[in-house]
């Protein structure tokens, strides 16, 4: 038996065994290879690994040696750790073959599977690749490694395994490169991305062609193992992916022309190449078969060519194969006649597209058939050729008549493509093709209509003729109609064709619509549809079978009980009355229903019936029906007034409107008596009068005038009889006219003019037409309604302005009539008049009137027109920029001249001309975009804009490549983006002031022409060319200065030349045990490793960072080699050598560049060698000292270091200045100690004598002097300069220096000059300066140190690690007066130790810093270009401590150090923003991270300052113990208030800084909470800079017997509850208490407080007793104090804890009255206790009958459900959902409270 399913759906263990048992004992299992073979791991080098995959099931694994092959299971898919995946992982080491045995056994079958892994070493390698042809720059080909075994085995996978990749031809760098897969669009293989990770390859690499040619790709293995495998190359072709097109192999008669193109394609984008050109042009092979011209090749005769496109640049290369195809000239053997289904049965009537095809040799068809001539003939009377093209291939046939025919076809001659010449074919081509031409087929009838009827179908036969006699029937739809030769069943309620085809053309149909449909339909019986307001129509509704797409309806013969429904589409207009017909049962035309309605608002509604079937159609009808108002006459309101031949149009209203459904036969008519003769006219004449709104349609008459006086008339208005208004309604009205003769004239215009226009002539448009208005009025001067009968005649007085239409018009139609005039083009004055003058004599013929009809007199008016062009602005569009100081014009062309203007934005321009003033000007004021508006007051809406645009470079980009090679050059592009982030075109650039910068001369710019091919520039870009010429490292800076003077830097583009490797300086010299550092320059531009090496150690040493150490005399060559490792050996890229001398130091020779010096100059003193060697010479020797001394007082020795306060002597180095300090000689000694290589003291000593002397002055009057070098510049300044007027003019020394007027100085030549200086002052008194001027040559360097350093704790210099100090560099002369100016001079620099000290470049001020890298001493020499050097000797000592500051996370703090650098230049960065940011002045906001981050500051380039900020968090937040007592009651043991300090812990103590940077002590946000915090509060605070918990007790509120607890929170962390020692106050609900015979007891309750802690003390003993209660104080008095009238007590209750106490008083009365207390105890009782507790129990009634309804409720839900499949009852206490539970789940008793409903007032008294 089967296993039943509980009701959960779930089987038992056992079926699901069985039933997998079955289904897998029949799978075969499989893995995705049956062996595999891994390489050897190498020593220290990942292993290999490979993945096995079974196709189904689920295995574990099993290797049979651990040691060859460990594999681990992947995507483990069951809880026994069974999976489909597992990856192999070589681990042999072992050289020899090995071998493990994978075995995976499936779990659920037991099957078993084996893999054979083999590990071994790899002999041989080749590389794989799909294709060695790549196509020029598309998508990059994968080139893999392919590894053999000595069996020629192929190795599995070779992941993990690092090759080295690389091109090996002299243009393969060109030809084709290597790409990371990093930088492809390809998915990186993990093991390929580790590998590029660490700038390593592995077995696949991509690369793609960069240039047309062939390259060699060859590849290795890198570990010593495999040194002995060959490396692996393959040649690459490269080509440009170009086709021919046609592209493919034709077939083509001889004497034809194919015209060949090529298209070049690049990533997926074709473009066709123009041919012939430089680098292409396309040959045959086969010039007999074929001649070429160009790209056009032509067949000649008979054969085969091959056409192919050639690439003259790589022709002489061994590239693949060109761009081919073959072209197959053959003669034409056949002709072949095609049509559409090539189905020759044709239908008469029709046209047909005929094709011939000529065939050549087995029938292959031929392509390109320009050359030949197909003549085609037709059997007359059945086919006419409609058209045919040239060639005779393509004709358009019409089937004329009926019957069989042919048509003919004959290929005979060829026509040769240029020439035109015919050549004869022979034998010619002959073709035909037998046609049969049948007339259409027709079927009767069209239409078929059958009742659906389920019970028993309905059939109808269809008649078909035409065709073939034969024919196949259809029914589109079988559900809805069956036929069968030609009979119809209707199956089913629809509509289809059935269609009848010729079975010898299918395409000859004709077909017929077949409805099958419901008995059903409605429509209205003619009836009465029009009615007066009022009145009321009856409708008679019908039934039909009705066929919903044609009008043909079959109509029921009863229908009275069809139930009828009638809506109308307008209520407001009528109402409906049902009714059933009175002849029920034999009712006329299908009458069902009669329905009556009532005209209550004019206007039309369609009344719908509506009836819906008993299988739910819905079939309606409806019937139109109008409401119309009493005809009224509703213009004019009176009679109109018309001069005699005129006319006028009387506009009545009301009456039958025209029929909405037929309006043709609308009837509208006046008759009258005489003295006038009526027309009707439509609504389309210049009648302007209708009916108002609710009144329908107007009708209009026109009256003309016959004779003086009024007249009446009658109208008549209605509707003709019509299908849909069978039985139309007529209504008539009376009316009256009035004649009169004209008395005055009006003239006007219609111009319009602006309010503010003040012209007195009328501004028109020029070449355009106006209006001019006119009217006559009776001697009464009442308007005539017409007065057309007038002669008017207009005069212009300018006809070249405004020209009339006509000169003499007829009279007004209507109240007042207008004139169109032409203004012309000429701008000018012109007046117009206006005469009536009589009666036109073609209105009296028309009126029949006597010409002898006469004015009494004449009438005139005049009007003056100004003729102006509209308003417009030149130019409209402006661009302008905002560095450009220059004004813009605008010109206002035409309009009335009076205007105003406007602008959106007041702060993009100004406008600097008058604004009524035409031409105007407008100047940029800042960049933007605005429109400036000019509107025409006199002519409104004459407003014109221009668009201005006011821009400005806002960016300046370039964009070059990185590297060039020297002597090569690459394109850099330069492009300008405004403030808009738009490119501002090129066009422009030239009148930008651009520069650029080149930081170094290793490159030149040169601009590139834009029609240069080699620009790449479009409309918004200049090219330049970059151009290698020396080797380093240039940088490129593009400069836009601003007319403000701001400059727009550029990007910073770096261009790196590449140059050999070259150690400097060579050759050098040192003393044993000296060192220095070489420099080391060029080398590739890659990632390489320079090795040196010495070639006799014992001489000279050199390190790996170049550091040479002299060891013992004698000559060696040190040698610094580029190296890169290759798989066996050292590859050298490049080497240099320098030769090193190592002499013995034989002595010292102290020099001076000069000997005589001025007082207060200073010089340069520095000890050489007594051979001349440089201080690099033995500066360096290990414990080298110097001492100095000078035998006089007129000259002081300084260290260079003076102004940091340390002498010459603390630093015992080999550089000093002297200063001259007094007039006289000196003589001044140097002492070097040092100890030799065998430690032998050597001592050597050098003297030079100094003269000082006493500067030259004048003592009266004073002169000041100048000393400048050659060309060099100086400004002069006086203290008169702001406040005075100063010249400057040469005295002597013309040739010397040059002045001008600002007092710069600029020395020409050497000598000596007087520069006189006048000050203007007041009353024309100058004062006048004699400034001598001397021109020198710069004779030596002085460089001092500028950087104060204060005494550090060694007794001589140090520069700090990581700080910095800077020197200046200074130039004196003969003498040692120093130049205040000289010619701009470069600086360089040479060290004997590279590593310890970093120097920047010489400032413009001539200053030079120096920042310590490493620990060390370093010796520079500082050189200029005049040859002039200088020394320093820089100790780097141990680095500074960097400041450091611990703060707490989410915090801001003000830091010391930041706040006192903020004078200085720079910005204080963080390295990490998110966990520290500087906010400025000193003051730093953290974040929400913890740890630490430093803050750096670049004063300058290479000076920067430190401070590290320690983020940590609170890690712990508690309150300090508090052992007194809190209360709600202030007393000798309580305190209602205490301060309780707060402990806040960090990982880290916190540094004391201030929040504001003003002195305020930071404080820690913290939150101080109590848990019952109406009747004890806490709060956060700080006293004396110390958190504190600040907590309370209220007084006034009760606090009941609660046991408050604080916590305290800070940050993220948060205290445990501390617990208050808390005791409130106690309250007695009674103070008084009277006792009489009838009252044994009182029970004073305690409401709040201990009552434990309670003691009560009578005033007298023996009176009453008390006894304590758990609520309560139980109060008796004794039996002999009862009879004791009057007695009195007092009661002290008091607190044992908090010791507060009250007074109870207790008062003894013998009277049987009852108390007050009792009385107010009984009214109490009466008024609030009982109605309190009567409506507690209501409250607790209600609330049962909701519990109980509520329940009633779940239990109809619950009922519910187990009828509901989605909503299953659940088991009770089985929640529905883990967000729902049950209604009726237990209450746990600790979450049930009594809330009492009322409580005792305080001071309200028990009763006993």
């Known amino acids: 038996m089967y296993n039943s399913l509980d009701m959960y759906g779930t089987s038992s263990p056992i079926t699901v065994l069985v039933v997998v048992g079955c289904l897998t004992s029949a799978w075969s299992f499989t893995l995705n290879v049956p062996n595999v073979l891994l390489p050897k791991k190498l020593l220290n080098h990942p292993a290999t690994n490979f993945t096995l995959i079974a196709d189904t099931g689920c295995f574990t694994w099993l290797s049979t040696k651990e040691l060859v092959v460990t594999i681990k299971p992947e995507e483990k898919i069951s809880e026994q750790g069974c999976s489909r995946k597992a990856s192999l992982t070589a681990l042999g080491e072992d050289t020899d073959r090995q071998l493990s045995i994978i075995l995976a056994s499936e779990t659920y079958t037991g099957s078993e599977l084996r893999v054979d892994v083999f590990v071994d070493i790899i002999r041989r390698i080749t590389i794989k690749t799909t294709s060695l042809e790549l196509l020029l720059e598309e998508t990059p080909a994968t080139f893999e490694v392919v590894a053999y075994d000595d069996d020629g085995n192929t190795f599995s996978t070779l992941e993990g395994l690092e090759f080295e990749w690389w091109l090996d031809s002299e243009n393969g760098g060109k030809v084709v490169k290597i790409v990371k897969y990093a930088d492809s669009s390809y998915l990186t293989p993990p093991n390929i991305e580790h590998l590029e990770s660490m700038g390593k390859q592995g077995d696949k690499i991509l690369v793609t062609g960069v240039n047309t040619g062939v390259a060699y790709i060859k590849t290795r293995l890198t570990h010593p193992l495999y040194k002995e495998v060959k490396e692996a190359s393959v040649r690459v072709v490269v080509t440009e992916n170009i086709m021919l097109n046609p592209p493919y192999d034709i077939w083509v008669l001889p004497l034809t022309e194919i015209t060949y193109t090529a298209e070049r394609r690049q990533h997926g984008r074709k473009t066709e190449i123009e041919l012939p050109s430089d680098q292409y042009s396309i040959k045959i092979s086969n010039a007999t078969v074929a001649n070429i011209s160009v790209r056009t090749v032509t067949s000649l005769m008979v054969g085969n060519t091959d056409v192919m496109l050639i690439d003259k640049n790589v022709q002489h290369l061994p590239l693949g194969t060109p761009p081919h195809t073959t072209i197959h000239v053959v003669p034409p053997s056949d002709l072949s006649f095609h049509t559409h289904n090539n189905n020759w049965n044709l239908e008469e009537g029709k046209d047909y597209e005929v094709v011939i095809k000529v065939l050549g040799p087995e029938n292959r068809p031929i392509k390109f058939l320009d050359s030949v001539r197909i003549k085609v003939t037709a059997e007359p009377g059945h086919v006419t050729i409609l058209s045919s093209n040239v060639q005779g291939t393509h004709h358009v046939i019409h089937a004329k008549k009926a019957g069989n025919t042919r048509l003919n076809a004959l290929l005979d001659v060829l026509v040769h493509p240029t020439t035109g010449v015919e050549h004869k074919l022979n034998p010619p081509i002959l073709g035909k093709q037998n046609l049969v031409i049948r007339s259409p087929i027709t079927l009767v009838p069209k239409t078929v209509i059958l009742p659906y009827y389920p019970k028993e179908p309905f059939t109808y036969r269809l008649t078909a003729s035409g065709g073939s006699g034969r024919y196949t029937w259809n029914s589109k739809d079988l559900t809805t109609v069956t036929v069968k030769d030609g009979e119809v069943v209707g199956k089913g309620k629809g509509v289809t064709m059935v269609t009848a085809a010729d079975m010898l053309n299918n395409n000859n149909t004709a077909s017929a619509e077949v409805k099958v449909v419901e008995l059903s339909g409605l429509s209205f019986l003619p009836a009465k549809v029009e009615a007066i307001l009022g009145a009321t129509l009856r409708l008679n509704l019908a039934a039909y079978f009705e066929d919903i797409s044609s009008p043909n309806k079959v109509p029921f013969t009863r229908c009275d009980l069809v139930p009828i429904q009638y809506t109308l589409s307008n209520d407001l207009f009528v109402k409906v009355a049902q009714e059933k017909p009175k002849n029920e049962g034999n009712l006329d035309n299908g009458v069902c229903s009669v329905v009556t309605v009532k005209a209550v608002r004019p206007g039309n509604t369609i009344v719908r019936a509506t009836y819906t079937s008993t299988n739910g159609m819905v079939y309606s009808a409806t019937i139109t029906i109008a409401a119309y108002p009493p005809l009224t006459l509703i213009h004019p309101t009176q009679p109109p007034i018309i001069t005699l031949g005129s006319s006028y149009v009387l506009t009545l209203s009301g009456g039958p409107q025209p ?85 005055t004239l009006t003239l006007t215009h219609t111009v319009p003019l602006g309010h503010s226009c003040t012209l007195k002539q009328v501004p028109v448009f020029k070449d355009q037409e106006t209006k001019l208005v006119y009217s006559v009025e009776t001697p009464d001067s009442q308007r005539f309604h017409n007065s057309s009968s007038l002669l008017f005649r207009f005069k212009s007085s300018n006809n070249n302005r405004i020209s009339l239409v006509s000169e003499t018009v007829s009279g007004i139609e209507g109240s007042g009539s207008d004139e169109r005039v032409h203004v012309q083009s000429e701008k000018g004055d012109v007046t117009i008049t206006l005469t009536v003058s ?27 027109f100004k003729v102006v062009g509209k308003v417009d602005l030149q130019p409209k569009h402006i661009t302008m920029f905002n560095y450009e100081d220059r004004e813009y014009q605008i010109t206002v062309i035409d309009g009335s001249g009076e205007y105003r203007i406007e602008t959106d934005k007041h702060d993009v321009i100004k406008i600097t001309s008058p604004l009524h003033i035409s031409p105007f000007h407008v100047k940029p004021v800042s960049q933007g975009i605005t429109s400036l508006h000019v509107i025409d007051t006199c002519l409104p809406g004459q407003r014109v804009s221009a668009k201005i645009h006011v821009t400005g470079p806002a960016s300046v980009v370039i964009e070059t490549v990185s590297k060039v090679q020297i002597y090569r050059s690459v394109i850099l592009t330069l492009y300008i983006v405004d403030s808009n982030e738009r490119k501002i075109s090129s066009e422009v650039f030239s009148k930008l002031d651009l520069s650029h910068v080149i930081s170094h001369d290793h490159v030149t710019l040169s601009a590139i022409p834009r029609d240069d091919e080699a620009s790449p520039c479009d409309t918004y870009c200049s090219a330049y060319r970059v151009e290698g010429r020396t080797l380093g490292l240039s940088t490129i800076q593009f400069s836009l200065k601003q007319p403000s003077g701001k400059i727009l830097s550029s990007n910073v583009a770096s261009v790196y030349v590449f140059a050999p490797l070259k150690l400097t300086p060579s050759p050098i010299t040192l003393v044993e045990g000296a060192q220095f550092q070489l420099r080391y320059s060029g080398g590739p531009p890659h990632d390489n490793t320079l090795e040196f090496s010495s070639q006799n150690t014992t001489t000279a040493t050199i390190t790996p960072r170049a550091l040479v150490t002299g060891s013992h005399v004698g000559v060696v060559d040190v040698i610094g080699r580029s190296v890169g490792m290759g798989a066996d050996r050292d590859i050298i890229y490049c080497q240099d050598s320098v030769k090193v001398h190592v002499v013995p130091l034989t002595g010292i020779e102290l020099r001076a560049p000069y000997t005589f010096l001025i007082q207060n100059s200073f010089v340069p003193l520095t000890v050489y060698g007594i051979n001349g060697n440089e201080p690099f010479t033995f500066g360096s020797v290990p414990g080298i000292s110097f001492t100095w001394s000078v035998n006089s007082r007129s000259l002081s020795l300084l260290s260079i270091y003076d102004k940091s306060e340390y002498s010459a002597n603390d630093e015992k180095q080999f550089v000093v200045i002297g200063r001259g300090d007094n007039d006289g000689v000196a003589t001044v000694t140097v002492v070097a100690t040092y100890r030799d290589m065998d430690n032998r003291p ?94 020198k040559v710069p004779f030596a360097l002085l460089i001092r140190d500028t950087t104060v350093t204060p005494l550090s704790e060694y007794s001589y210099h140090t520069v700090p690690l990581g700080a910095s100090t800077s020197f200046d560099i200074g130039t004196v002369d003969e003498v040692g007066r120093q130049f205040h100016a000289i010619p701009k001079t470069s600086y360089h620099y040479v060290l004997n130790r590279l590593d310890i000290v970093s120097i920047g470049s010489v400032l413009s001020n001539n200053t030079l810093s120096v920042t310590g890298r490493h620990v060390g001493e370093v010796i520079v020499q500082i050189k200029s270009d005049d040859g002039l050097d200088g020394w320093v000797y820089v100790r780097v000592s141990a680095p500074v401590k960097i400041p450091t500051y611990t703060v707490l996370q989410r915090s801001t703090v003000c830091v010391p150090e930041l706040l006192q650098s903020e004078p200085e230049p720079g910005k204080w960065e963080s390295k990490d923003s998110n966990l520290v940011s500087y906010l400025g002045s000193g003051r730093i906001s953290v974040g929400n991270g913890v740890g630490a981050v430093t803050l750096t500051k670049h004063v300058t380039f290479n000076t920067h300052s430190n401070v590290k900020i320690d983020v940590v968090k609170v890690e712990q937040v508690d ?6 007592l809190l209360s709600n009651i202030a007393t000798p043991q309580t305190v209602t208030r205490v301060v309780i300090p707060v402990t806040v812990v960090t990982s880290k103590v916190l540094s004391p800084l201030s929040a504001d940077c003003q002195g305020k002590p930071y404080q820690i946000k913290f939150e101080c909470r109590s848990s019952h915090p109406d009747a004890v509060v806490a709060k956060a605070d700080y006293q004396n800079a110390k958190p504190v918990c600040i907590i309370q007790a209220f007084s006034d509120k009760g606090a009941g017997n609660i046991k408050p607890y604080i916590t305290v929170s800070a940050e993220t962390a948060v205290s445990s509850p501390y617990y208050l020692n808390f005791s409130p106050r106690f309250r007695l609900s009674v103070n008084s208490v009277v006792f009489t015979e009838s009252r044994s007891y009182v029970d004073i309750g305690v409401v709040e407080g201990d009552i434990s802690t309670l003691q009560v003390i009578p005033s007298k003993d023996g009176v009453v007793k008390v006894i304590k209660t758990s609520t309560c104080l139980h109060i008796t008095p004794t039996l002999a104090t009862i009879s004791q009238d009057g007695e009195q007590v007092t009661l002290t209750v008091s607190s044992t804890v908090t010791g507060q106490s009250e007074i109870v008083t207790v008062t003894l009365k013998s009277s049987s009255e009852p108390p007050a207390a009792i009385s107010m105890e009984l009214s109490y009782f009466a008024t609030v206790v009982i109605p309190t507790a009567i409506l507690g129990i209501l409250v607790l009634l209600i609330i049962l009958a909701i519990v109980q309804l509520t329940a009633a409720s779940y ?24 967000s729902q539970h049950s209604p009726f789940r237990p209450v746990s008793p600790s979450r049930l409270s009594v809330t009492p409903l009322y409580t005792r007032p305080q001071g309200t008294p028990g009763v006993g």
Not at 668 to 686: F, M, P, R
Not at 1283 to 1310: E, F, K, Q
Not at 1519 to 1524: H, P, R, S, V
Not at 1759 to 1778: A, K, M
């Open 659 to 743: 029929w909405i459904l037929d309006k043709s036969g609308y009837l509208q008519d006046l008759t009258h008596a005489g003295g006038y003769i009526s027309e009707h006219v439509s609504e389309n004449t210049k009648a302007k009068s209708a009916a108002p709104k609710g009144f329908g349609v107007s009708h209009n008459f026109r009256v003309t005038c016959t004779e003086i006086g009024e007249k009446k008339g009658l109208v008549m208005i209605s509707n003709t009889q019509s299908t849909h208004n069978p039985f139309p309604a007529m209504e008539t009205l009376a009316v009256y006219i009035r004649c009169e003769v004209p008395a």
């Open 838 to 864: 009589g009666y036109d004599p073609g209105y009296l013929d028309k009126a029949h009137l006597s010409h002898d009809n006469k004015l009494d007199k004449a009438l005139e008016q005049v009007i003056t």
């Open 1242 to 1335: 050597i001592t050597y000593r050098d003297t030079i004598t100094l003269q000082v002397v006493k500067k030259a002055e004048v003592i009266a009057p004073t002169a000041p002097d100048l000393l400048l070098g050659v060309t060099a510049s100086y400004t002069v300044k006086t203290n008169k300069d702001h406040t005075n007027t100063v010249r400057y003019a040469l005295v002597d020394g013309y040739n010397v220096i040059d002045i001008t007027s600002d007092g710069t100085v600029t020395a020409l030549s050497v000598g000596r000059s007087t520069v006189r200086i006048d000050v203007v002052e007041d009353k024309n008194v100058n004062q006048t300066i004699n400034l001598n001027v001397e021109v």
């Open 1519 to 1524: 309150l300090a113990e508090y052992k007194g």
């Open 1755 to 1778: 239990r109809r839900l619950q009922i519910n459900r187990t009828t509901d499949p989605l909503h299953p009852i659940q088991p009770y206490g089985t929640p529905s959902s883990p």
